[in-house]
C-alpha cells in the first residue's frame, strides 16, 4: 500500500521541468547587448525560487508520508501543502514566461 508514496515523492520533480522549459524559453530569446542582463536575472531568479521552491515541497511531502504511516486516513489532507508549494513553483514558472516574453519582444 505504499505505492501512492512514491507518487506523491517524485513530487518536488516538477520544479525540474519547469526549469527546463524555462531554459528552453529564455535561450529563444533574441540576446543582445540590452536583453543580456535582464534574461540573466529571469533565469537566475527563477531558477533560486524553483530550488526553494522544490526543497520546502520535499519537507511538507516527507511530513506527509511520515503522517499517512501512522494514520492512512490524513493522506488526502496531508498532501495539501505541498500542493501550496507547486503553487509557487508555478507563479515562478509564469512569471519566467511573461518577462521573457516582454524582453524578446
Known amino acids: 500500500g505504499y505505492g501512492k508514496f512514491v507518487g506523491l515523492s517524485a513530487m518536488p520533480s516538477s520544479q525540474v521541468i519547469y526549469g527546463i522549459v524555462i531554459m528552453f524559453t529564455l535561450s529563444g530569446v533574441g540576446v543582445s547587448a540590452e536583453t543580456a542582463g535582464g534574461l540573466f536575472g529571469i533565469g537566475l531568479l527563477t531558477g533560486v525560487a524553483l530550488l526553494y521552491s522544490a526543497m520546502y515541497q520535499g519537507q511538507a511531502v516527507a511530513a506527509a508520508i ?35 516574453a516582454s524582453i524578446g519582444a
Open 66 to 100: 511520515s503522517a499517512s504511516k501512522s494514520k492512512p486516513e490524513v493522506f488526502g489532507l496531508s498532501i495539501a501543502p505541498a500542493a501550496i508549494v507547486e503553487g509557487f513553483a508555478v507563479f515562478a514558472f509564469v512569471f519566467a514566461l511573461v518577462m521573457g
